[in-house]
């Protein structure tokens, strides 16, 4: 299971730091996604990392604002989040996927996939206001 936390309410412009953490297994071989979903649209892929952390990718709309890392001594994935805006407002998810090539993971997040993903956790309500 993977568990994404540090969601919160902030104002438009603040920042939050978003973690994504398994428990049962160890995420350092695992390409991990970001994906979002606001009330009434379709979730969408927001970042991703390779599982080594050396390939990365941001959908347009976060791009400058977001950066996602991982830490593999504590086998966890963060998502930082600056300058967030209202319409950064959604559910927050992670997902995990054994990739050795990263391909599927990008293909996911960046090719509207996101059944590619393996392991998914409960997401993490982000609420920016204006």
């Known amino acids: 299971q993977l568990q994404a936390c540090g969601g919160g309410s902030v104002q438009a412009g603040g920042s939050l730091r978003l973690s994504c953490a398994a428990s049962?297994?160890?995420?350092?071989?695992?390409?991990i996604g970001w994906f979002r979903q606001a009330p009434g649209k379709k979730r969408e892929g927001v970042s991703c990392?390779?599982?080594?952390?050396?390939?990365?990718f941001y959908a347009d709309s976060v791009k400058g604002r977001f950066t996602i890392s991982r830490d593999r001594v504590k086998s966890k994935v963060y998502l930082q989040m600056n300058s967030l805006k209202p319409e950064d407002t959604a559910l927050y998810y992670c997902?995990?996927?054994?990739?050795?090539?990263?391909?599927?993971?990008?293909?996911?997040?960046?090719?509207?996939?996101?059944?590619?993903?393996?392991?998914w956790g409960k997401g993490t309500l982000v609420t920016v206001s204006s």
């Open positions: 997902a995990a996927t054994e990739d050795g090539d990263y391909l599927e993971t990008l293909t996911a997040v960046a090719g509207d996939q996101p059944d590619d993903m393996k392991y």
């Open positions: 049962g297994f160890t995420l350092d071989y695992y390409g």
């Open positions: 990392i390779s599982f080594e952390g050396g390939s990365y």
